[in-house]
């Protein structure tokens, strides 16, 4: 909505333009009248709108003069006198010919017929005025008014500021007498919107959210059941179970502007986040948000309780997953289709390729994390701030802290990492992406090259919290990495295990980029199910790993008849919520000497021992004297530093048959 409103008064010659603002403003009929009246100002404060006026009088000035006034102006007021048939005339042969050439025929200026000195005749002048509005569109209405006995000037006024803030034009056809297509398909998306149950029908709770969210005040039991009879009079289908339809909550509007009172219709489009040309608000769509270098972007709580909701208003079969049908219904409040046939590729889907819910909400934190600007968007057009009634989306975005500062407390907040994955051509790398999906080699193979993907994402759990791992597959050119291809929490290197080129691409990259770098990396033996060939390479990828104190290759096939397994993205996002720990171990076999040595330092018997232990010690055998002693200290620290290189003179003996 506008900032402010300038209004222009045009006219013939003493037809009492000076006049009217003069009576508006000492609000009584000046007694000497000036030639022409200087710009006033009106505060916000004295408005009926809350918006600061400006009116201007020209009165006799240069052709020059006029048509900048003409082009500055956001309503012009064409004032006639009642009794004066030429003033009439002049509306149409002069004053609105004059006023549409030096206006751009885009951003159309309304106009007001103003008829002056209705005190010095009985008749009405609106049979003269009816057939010019009828005429030209642009006239938003016509009033007639006295500046001798003050009668409508304070409504001349209103109506010309309403006609800035809350234009018909954009509206509503007066020639078909209906609604313009813009308007049907804003309120359309704001009924779709505000029906939470999706069943095509606003009940008596959605109703009254909906006067909340617009109008600050619910509608009273008997108010809501007026406005029903006034549908169900009108209109066979307009109520339907007692609810408004979407017939029914368009013919409300139309009656509204009919009826004059367009300004509730505004009032809705703009709390929807509609401009004056019926078109989302960019300010709305994308409310600011600041991301520092190194931080990434999450959705928080509320935002994913709100997303949930959404796939639970169009899952209408509830299988857990959203059909093609269901699908288009839930962007149907979206200018255009978001997601193409790829995502289908990019996240979780059930046997019959639809998206389920944790595919969902993959491809929501998807978006969040490489485009939030795009995620702000699209949490816009499905009224994320209104139904959550939060100040913008930006209120269900989280930025993380610096990744800086999380290696250095050795602790992270963050819920989605980022895993980029290095290969030769051929090596498996989409194999690598759709595996982490569920997808077994022979579902790969039915993927359509165009819908193929380069992101695959998905949940994992790291100690029984549920992590988002995004996997990104870098197009395979070492000579041209991009800053997007380096920046990540975990580096994936995948080889081929039957080609004896394969592990070279993978050796060259991860000296070039990441040898120097704090990224933990990982090799991944593709392609386990084949015969192992010895890679031509200076050394084999065991001892490359070894040498770069990196856990040795991991074994991987996506050949196999159920879905492959999910261990191995369990243990990348491990590694990148951990960058700061070395796994010497990267196996949850439960057979090898380090899981069985983990596994008995983190059992409950060695935990209960050890604190009984401690008890005893504290107990009986430590006195407030000793305490207080410097020799017992002493001894203790030495006790305690044998005890630590005994248990791990004994821990590296275990380890020697592995």
């Not at 004056?276 to 300010?283: C, F, I």
């Not at 057009?381 to 990744?403: N, W």
């Not at 291809?485 to 980029?513: G, M, R, T």
């Not at 159920?562 to 993205?569: F, L, T, V």
Request: hydrophobic share 35%; net charge negative; charged share 25%.
């Amino acid at each position: 909505m506008r900032k402010d409103v300038r209004i222009l008064l045009v006219g013939e010659p003493k037809v009492g333009k000076t006049s009217l603002i003069m009576s508006l403003v000492s609000e009584e009929f000046p007694d000497v009248v000036p030639y022409r009246a200087e710009e006033i100002t009106i505060p916000a404060d004295v408005t009926p709108e809350r918006v600061p006026t400006h009116i201007v009088d020209y009165s006799e000035q240069t052709d020059e003069q006029l048509f900048q006034e003409i082009s500055k102006a956001n309503v012009i007021c064409i004032v006639y006198s009642v009794n004066n048939k030429k003033s009439i005339e002049k509306v149409t042969s002069h004053w609105i010919p004059l006023i549409t050439e030096n206006t751009d025929k885009d951003s159309r200026v309304p106009l007001i017929l103003v008829g002056n000195k209705s005190d010095l005749v009985e008749h009405s002048s609106m049979e003269t005025i009816l057939p010019i509005m009828n005429q030209y569109s642009e006239i938003e209405t016509c009033v007639e008014c006295s500046a001798k006995n003050l009668k409508n000037i304070s409504e001349l006024f209103y109506y010309a500021q309403k006609a800035v803030l809350h234009p018909t034009g954009p509206l509503y056809c007066p020639e078909k007498k209906t609604m313009k297509s813009l308007c049907v398909k804003a309120l359309t998306r704001i009924f779709k919107v505000s029906d939470l149950d999706n069943d095509g029908i606003l009940n008596d709770n959605q109703l009254n959210f909906f006067q909340r969210t617009c109008f600050n005040t619910p509608l009273e039991p008997q108010a809501l059941e007026d406005v029903k009879n006034v549908v169900r009079k009108n209109l066979s289908d307009g109520v339907c179970d007692n609810g408004l339809t979407l017939k029914g909550f368009l013919f409300l509007h139309t009656l509204f502007i009919q009826r004059g009172r367009h300004e509730t219709t505004w009032t809705a489009l703009r709390r929807f986040g509609y401009d004056d040309d019926l078109e989302l608000n960019q300010d709305y769509l994308f409310p600011p948000l600041k991301v520092p270098p190194d931080c990434t972007t999450e959705l928080n709580h509320n935002a994913y309780l709100f997303l949930q909701s959404v796939f639970d208003k169009h899952d209408k079969d509830r299988d857990c997953a959203l059909s093609p049908e269901e699908l288009t219904d839930l962007f149907d409040v979206f200018p255009y289709m978001p997601w193409g046939p790829d995502v289908n590729n990019t996240v979780c889907t059930n046997e019959q390729g639809w998206i389920t819910y944790q595919g969902y909400l993959s491809q929501w934190t998807l978006t969040t994390y490489l485009d939030v600007q795009r995620c702000l968007e699209y949490l816009g057009y499905l009224g994320y701030s209104i139904m959550a009634e939060q100040e913008s989306q930006a209120a269900g975005i989280t930025v993380t802290r610096d990744k800086k500062i999380d290696l250095q407390k050795k602790q992270t907040q963050r819920s989605v990492f980022r895993c980029n994955v290095f290969g030769d051509s051929g090596s498996g790398k989409s194999g690598f992406l759709q595996a982490f999906l569920g997808c077994n080699l022979a579902r790969q193979n039915m993927i359509r090259e165009e819908h193929k993907s380069y992101y695959a994402i998905s949940t994992t759990y790291v100690y029984g919290q549920e992590k988002y791992l995004l996997l990104h597959e870098v197009f395979p050119d070492f000579d041209f990495l991009s800053d997007d291809d380096l920046a990540c929490d975990i580096v994936c290197f995948v080889y081929d295990v039957s080609n004896p080129h394969s592990f070279e691409y993978c050796a060259k990259v991860f000296k070039q980029y990441f040898m120097d770098s704090k990224t933990p990396c990982m090799m991944i033996a593709a392609k386990s199910d084949l015969p192992e060939v010895r890679q031509m390479y200076g050394c084999s990828p065991l001892e490359f790993c070894r040498k770069h104190k990196m856990p040795p290759p991991q074994s991987f096939t996506c050949n196999t008849a159920a879905a492959p397994s999910r261990d191995i993205y369990s243990k990348l996002t491990t590694m990148a919520m951990y960058p700061h720990a070395r796994l010497r171990c990267m196996c949850t076999c439960n057979r090898c000497t380090f899981c069985l040595c983990q596994n008995f330092l983190n059992s409950e018997l060695l935990q209960m021992v050890r604190a009984k232990v401690y008890a005893v010690v504290l107990r009986r055998h430590v006195r407030q004297t000793d305490l207080k002693s410097s020799t017992f200290w002493l001894r203790a620290s030495v006790g305690a530093t044998v005890f630590a290189v005994l248990g791990f003179a004994m821990y590296r003996v275990l380890l020697k048959p592995r």
